[in-house]
Nanobody, 122 residues
């Protein structure tokens, strides 16, 4: 499964961005989807995850109420809508997929995209 993340950029604090993670060659509905992020000098951390059908989602406490993960299986794409962005949200955001995993541990995901940089200015 090849994943392509996009949608990152520079935004002011309080602004919004929507990240997309598209796959080609496989039906994305067979895989769970996850978003992780890694800030400079820090370890990769969990952001959000969504089940194959999209019926269940789970978020890190740091983004709960501000970020929304969703998916469109007809378009083979998982999204991360980010609102009320803060400077501490600045990081490279990675999408991930797996046949089964919906947890927050990055080692549980088999497939990874290349990352997209989100920079939030104060």
């Amino acid at each position: 499964v090849q994943l392509q993340a996009s949608g990152g950029g520079l935004v002011q604090a309080g602004g919004s961005l929507r990240l997309s993670c598209a796959t080609s060659g496989r039906t994305f509905s067979s895989y769970t989807g996850g978003w992780f992020r890694q800030a400079p000098g820090k370890e990769r951390e969990f952001v959000a995850t969504i089940t194959r059908s999209g019926a269940w989602t789970y978020y890190a406490d740091s983004v709960k109420g501000r970020f929304t993960i969703s998916r469109d299986n007809a378009k083979n794409t998982v999204y991360l809508q980010m609102n009320s962005l803060k400077p501490e949200d600045t990081a490279v955001y990675y999408c991930a997929a797996d046949r089964l995993s919906t947890g927050g541990d990055p080692s549980g995901y088999t497939y990874w995209g290349q990352g997209t940089l989100v920079t939030v200015s104060s």
